[in-house]
Each structure stands twice: as structure tokens, then as C-alpha cells.
């Protein structure tokens, strides 16, 4: 698009068609049925009708610890808004390039998520999402200095490993990584209220990373210091969950009391 046009109305059209998902996903959202157990839950009157205060007082922790585990949505605001700019910047990337390699790296995510899923299946949502928060910071030093280089197989290369090969196996298993800390009876509360306090402190990256100069020459310095923070304090929160992948469903988010009376069993 023309410059100006772009930057005053073009910008918005992306906006305007999300307009269109919305309706799609409503008329998909009316179709689907609940889960069994979200229905026995409801059924027997245990959805908590002021959730809020129920995971207050007896989920605080699984809260923060989403909100925290949350936070490393900021590696891929990193990677799609800071690293382009640093590139552009610092490396003088064409525009164009630096958007494809955002591109590139979406769609070899496409392929790449639903194996880290089924990976999580087989031995657990922990070491799955801490490999993708951890590697994510490994290979993000390595991404940006080749954006000071005219090499642009390399670049491109790189862009799979960080998102398509790293970042991918952390964004394939949070959905089922956050939801499974809490019960059916504030489920959903849980992980919107967490996972949306973490994108908010995620949001705050590119402004926190201009500020101590990450766009200045030398600025992958400051990039990658911020991303291996971010890594650190996703990996850590992770570790203090427990694994649920070999969880039955109903038994997911309660403690062991209360799992011995509801079923008579105790689950360690």
C-alpha cells in the first residue's frame, strides 16, 4: 500500500475482518456441547457462582502461577515486533524481509505445534512448554545477529528454529498446560484471568526493551537478556505446577481431601 494510505487507514482493515472471525466463532461456539464433566459439575450445582472469590481463596497460587507462566508470550512479541525492528534498524533489513520472516516462522509453526502436542501427551505439558520457553531464549541471540549479516538463508533458517522449532512447543501446550491446574467449578475463570494478567505484563516488552536500549547498536545484547528473563520466569512457575497429562479429567484441580470424597480415592 501507498504510505500514507497504509498508515492511516490501511492499518485498520486487519481490524475491520476480525469483525468476520467473530461472527464465524460465534455460530461455531453454539454448536459445540460441553464437556461431560463441565455438565455433571453443573448438574450437581458445584459451578462456583462468584468464581472470582473461589479462586481467591482456595487457587491463588495456580493464578499466579499462569499469570507468571503466561508472561512467555512476550518471546513471541519479541520475535514479531523487536527483533524485526532491530533488524530494520540496526541491521538495515529490507521491510519486506523481516515481515516474511515473521511469516515463515507462523507457518512452520503450523506443522510443527500439533507434533509438540502430541509430544505433550506422551511425557507431559512441563517439559514440553519449559524446552519451548528455554530453547526460545537459547537461539534468540543467534537470530538477531544474523540480522546484521546479508545472509538471508540464515536468517530465515534461524526464524524456524526460534519460533517454529522453540517457541512453537510452549504455545502448543499452554491452552491444555493452564487449564488443567484448575477444577470444572472455575475452570474457565482460572485461565482467562491468569492467561489475560500475563499477556498484559507481555504487552509491556517492546516498551521495557527500547528503554534500556535494545534497539540501539549492540541492542541483541538487551533482547536477549529480556527473552532469557522472560524464559527464566516461565520455566520456573512451570516447574512448581504439577504434571496433569495422566490426570483423568474430573480429577483435574482438586486437591487429595477433597478427591477422597468425592470418589473415595486418593490421588497423589
Given amino acids: 500500500m501507498p504510505e500514507e494510505f497504509k498508515y492511516t487507514i490501511g492499518w485498520r482493515i486487519p481490524f475491520w ?3 468476520v472471525v467473530v461472527i464465524v466463532t460465534f455460530f461455531f461456539r453454539r454448536s459445540l456441547h460441553e464437556t461431560p464433566e463441565f455438565e455433571n459439575a453443573k448438574k450437581n450445582n ?12 482456595f487457587h491463588w497460587r495456580d493464578v499466579l502461577r ?3 507462566c503466561a508472561f512467555i508470550a512476550a518471546v513471541s512479541i519479541v520475535y514479531g515486533t523487536l527483533a524485526i525492528s532491530y533488524g530494520k534498524s540496526i541491521g538495515h533489513m529490507d521491510e519486506s524481509v523481516t515481515l516474511w520472516l515473521v511469516v515463515a516462522g507462523n507457518v512452520g509453526a503450523l506443522f510443527t505445534q500439533p507434533f509438540f502436542g502430541k509430544l505433550a501427551d506422551r511425557i507431559g505439558r512441563k517439559p514440553v512448554f519449559i524446552y519451548g ?9 543467534f537470530y538477531l545477529r544474523s540480522m546484521e549479516t546479508d545472509n538471508t538463508v540464515m536468517q530465515f533458517g534461524l526464524s524456524l528454529l526460534v519460533f517454529s522449532c522453540a517457541y512453537a512447543a510452549a504455545n502448543a501446550v499452554w491452552p491444555s498446560f493452564y487449564a488443567e491446574m484448575f477444577s470444572s467449578q472455575v475452570r474457565f475463570s482460572g485461565l482467562a484471568i491468569g492467561t489475560q494478567l500475563g499477556f498484559l505484563m507481555a504487552d509491556f516488552a517492546p516498551s521495557i526493551v527500547a528503554a534500556l536500549g535494545g534497539l540501539e547498536p549492540g541492542g541483541w545484547v538487551v ?6 528473563v522472560i524464559a527464566l520466569v516461565a520455566s520456573v512457575s512451570a516447574l512448581t505446577a504439577k504434571e496433569t497429562y495422566r490426570v483423568p479429567t474430573h480429577l483435574l484441580g482438586r486437591t487429595a481431601h477433597k478427591v477422597e470424597n468425592a470418589s473415595g480415592a486418593q490421588v497423589q
Fill in 66 to 68: 499462569v499469570v507468571f
Fill in 223 to 228: 533482547i536477549s537478556l529480556f527473552t532469557l
Fill in 46 to 57: 458445584e459451578i462456583a457462582k462468584l468464581p472470582l472469590g473461589v479462586l481467591i481463596r
Fill in 17 to 19: 475482518l476480525s469483525a
Fill in 133 to 141: 520457553a528455554l530453547s526460545s531464549a537459547a537461539f534468540m541471540p
